[in-house]
């Protein structure tokens, strides 16, 4: 087979899997143009939200390049005279600097502080609604307005 050839196949495999890639508009079946579902959002939801991304997915995301760090970090000794194995060194190091700033992006310096923060936000602005929709005074009928 030739090289273009095999491009070419390599080509229509890569079209006929994108249409299935990216449908997030229709993730969970029931979101997406013409659902009947509404977005409820609350303070409660969204500092809920931030618990999940500080001590879930932020905790998970950790724990799984920990696990494969460490199994690279094997390798990096055991190559003691390559050229290539002071490389593996730094490549391990920046690896570890990636995840520990993915880990703060996600965790309580970045998602979850921001989603604390516009819970906070929205509970100020439902206050500052509520008291303006008390009314300081008392109307009578016929009075002007």
């Given at each position: ?7 070419a196949?390599?080509k229509a495999?890569?079209?006929?899997q ?5 449908q ?11 659902s ?24 998970e ?9 460490s199994k690279?970090s094997?390798?990096?000794g055991s ?26 992006r ?13 819970a906070?936000?929205?509970?100020t ?9 008390q009314?300081?005074?008392t ?5 002007v307005?």
């Amino acid at each position: 087979m030739s090289f273009d050839d095999e491009w070419a196949q390599h080509k229509a495999t890569v079209e006929s899997q994108r249409s299935t890639q990216m449908q997030l508009n229709q993730a969970g079946g029931g979101s997406g143009p013409g659902s009947k579902e509404k977005l409820h959002v609350t303070p409660s939801v969204l500092r809920g939200r931030a618990e999940k991304a500080e001590n879930k997915a932020a905790k998970e995301f950790r724990e799984a390049h920990k696990v494969a760090v460490s199994k690279t970090s094997e390798v990096s000794g055991s190559m003691k005279g390559f050229a290539s194995d002071e490389a593996l060194t730094d490549f391990i190091d920046s690896w570890k600097k990636g995840v520990r700033y993915v880990t703060g992006r996600i965790g309580n310096e970045g998602l979850a502080k921001t989603l604390r923060s516009s819970a906070d936000s929205f509970e100020t602005e439902e206050k500052d609604r509520k008291k303006s929709f008390q009314s300081k005074y008392t109307y009578k009928p016929g009075d002007v307005i």
